[in-house]
């Protein structure tokens, strides 16, 4: 199956502790984002990989950082989370920097 | 920077009618995709569309892009098509920004 995954689906943890998304895409695309989604649904960009280079690293917090060992995987790293972390975490590909985009079913993040 | 205004921010209707969601964008983009997302679900695509029209369906996507407008039209609404709508656009910078969604239900 081709397609965007995610692991873990849901995660739960308490304020300052550190935690890490998993995204892999098997469609063979050369470019990934990670998107935040708070809740009332805004979506925001937070970072895009191209071929494992950062293109795009938008404002966001410096305990949030992007991971990549390869144009298949990027994964997302929290060193210690705050409450307003709490949100769905969008791991998206597309096949390069202008196409269509295709999206992971997300990770939903708990602080506590 | 750019932004993207959709509307209606939400919308009922009863099944059988017809729905009209419009994307507006502040300057030009090279990119324009429509998702739908179920409630607490994976954000699907619907259209890759940066210009002119697209069908799939029930489902109709047309861009106008040097007016910056996009809209989808849904025919015949089923109950099943109650979701949110995005549109989401990027231009030469690459950055992706997305609208506030539509959220719509259809009631039986």
């Known amino acids: 199956e081709t397609a965007v995954f995610q692991t873990p689906n849901y995660h739960v943890t308490q304020v300052g502790n550190e935690v890490s998304f998993n995204c892999k895409q098997t469609l063979g695309h050369d470019t990934m984002y990670w998107y935040k989604q708070d809740s009332k649904k805004l979506l925001k960009i937070m970072f895009s990989y191209n071929n494992k280079q950062l293109i795009v690293n938008e404002t966001v917090p410096r305990r949030f950082s992007p991971q990549s060992s390869d144009k298949a995987h990027l994964n997302l790293r929290i060193k210690s989370v705050e409450p307003e972390d709490s949100a769905v975490y969008l791991c998206?590909?597309?096949?390069?920097?202008?196409?269509?985009?295709?999206f992971g079913p997300g990770t939903r993040l708990t602080v506590l | 920077g750019q932004q993207v205004q959709q509307s209606p921010a939400s919308l009922v209707l009863q099944e059988g009618e017809n729905a009209e969601l419009q994307c507006n964008f502040s300057?030009?983009?090279?990119?324009l995709q429509w998702f739908y997302q179920h409630p607490g679900g994976r954000l699907v695509s619907l259209f890759y569309?940066?210009?002119g029209t697209k069908h799939t369906g029930r489902l109709t996507s047309t861009t106008v892009t040097n007016e910056r407008r996009s809209s989808l039209h849904i025919s015949s609404s089923q109950t099943t098509d109650s979701g949110t709508y995005f549109c989401?656009?990027?231009?030469?910078?690459?950055?992706?920004?997305f609208g506030t969604g539509t959220r719509l239900q259809v009631l039986p």
């Open positions: 998206a590909s597309s096949s390069d920097r202008g196409a269509e985009q295709f």
């Open positions: 300057s030009t983009a090279t990119r």
């Open positions: 569309n940066p210009s």
């Open positions: 989401a656009i990027s231009s030469n910078t690459n950055k992706v920004v």
